[in-house]
């Protein structure tokens, strides 16, 4: 055997083997591919159902905002309404029951000042003497009324 014949065998195996190299790597492709084809499908296959209960929720979600987005209006509504009428029967009974209140109070004093000043007849005033100078009476009680 000549040195070109060795070399010719040398590059044949040389080849067999990366060939062989080759072909373990593109049946481990064609395995990795086949397995994310097969992924891929499982992901779409799921995700269309998802897809649309996601939409229904969505939409779903829009009408129940806009059923409180209704409320919310007619709330504001029914307080707007509520404060001026809380205004109105404020303006319209709040002076003239003030003014009721104070002539009551007012006839109300005037008359204790009137029983005050008419003597009891049943308890005549006492005074106590102390010799230099003059105690007062004890004070009446407040009566209740």
């Given at each position: 055997?000549?040195?070109?014949?060795?070399?010719?065998?040398?590059?044949?195996?040389?080849?067999?083997?990366?060939?062989?190299?080759?072909?373990?790597?593109?049946?481990?492709?064609?395995?990795?591919?086949?397995?994310?084809?097969?992924l891929?499908?499982?992901?779409?296959?799921?995700?269309?159902?998802?897809?649309?209960?996601?939409?229904?929720?969505?939409?779903?979600?829009?009408?129940?905002?806009?059923?409180?987005?209704?409320?919310?209006?007619?709330?504001?509504?029914?307080?707007?309404?509520?404060?001026?009428?809380?205004?109105?029967?404020?303006?319209?009974?709040?002076?003239?029951?003030v003014?009721?209140?104070?002539?009551?109070?007012?006839?109300r004093r005037?008359?204790?000042?009137?029983?005050?000043?008419?003597?009891?007849?049943?308890a005549?005033?006492?005074?106590?003497?102390?010799?230099?100078?003059?105690?007062?009476?004890?004070?009446?009680?407040?009566?209740?009324?």
């Amino acid at each position: 055997m000549t040195g070109g014949e060795v070399a010719g065998i040398l590059v044949a195996v040389f080849w067999a083997i990366l060939v062989s190299f080759l072909a373990v790597v593109l049946v481990r492709l064609a395995q990795t591919l086949r397995a994310t084809t097969k992924l891929v499908a499982d992901v779409t296959e799921q995700a269309v159902p998802l897809l649309a209960d996601a939409s229904a929720t969505v939409r779903s979600a829009q009408t129940q905002l806009d059923r409180v987005d209704a409320i919310a209006t007619d709330v504001q509504e029914v307080t707007s309404n509520a404060s001026a009428l809380s205004t109105t029967v404020a303006s319209t009974f709040g002076g003239p029951l003030v003014k009721v209140a104070a002539f009551g109070y007012g006839v109300r004093r005037a008359m204790s000042r009137k029983s005050e000043d008419a003597p009891a007849p049943s308890a005549p005033s006492r005074r106590t003497v102390v010799v230099g100078r003059t105690v007062p009476a004890p004070r009446r009680k407040k009566r209740k009324g």
